[in-house]
């Protein structure tokens, strides 16, 4: 049984400055600079030798993995009450779905390290990025708020989306 909506925002935390989301500004999307920078360090060590991330899809597969799992956790702490809350009302035990996406995005940022498994990680991934996005139009018509910061814009949220999926189609060898 889903619990009614009474209020569609969460308290700010401590976690707002860690995250960035301190400034309220709905474009910065954490989880995209985050893989931005993490990229682009990777590549930095690429170029200095590390021959593991000496190649794009590589470490942009190792950025994907610590941008999923950063997310994941999410899914178990500090944001958990707004994820339930931006769950469609029309889709059961919000609280267990939001438990079970944060085990799946674990379980594919596990996969992405391994390169057997790389490429079905990242259609799983793909899949779940696009199951999970009715969420974000929860949290923009509803205006439910994660740590004080509004709900990013949908037609912004819809072209990192679209990004994320490009950049693991890409790194996993399917475009």
Known sequence: MKLLRTESTIEPSSESAATGNASGNPYVVVPFLLLLVVLLVLRGLGVLGVTAVAAWPNATRLALAVMFVFTSLSHFAGTRNAL??????????????????????????????LPAFAPAAGLGLVVLLMVMFPAN??????????????????????????FFIAVLLWATGWA
């Open 137 to 162: 139009v929860v949290a923009a018509r509803e205006n439910i708020e994660i740590n004080g910061k509004p709900a990013t814009p949908l037609w912004f949220r819809l072209l990192i989306q679209l």
């Open 84 to 113: 339930i809350q931006m769950v469609p009302d029309e889709l059961p035990f919000p609280g267990l779905l939001v438990t079970l996406t944060g085990f799946a995005e674990i379980a594919g940022a596990i996969g992405l390290l």
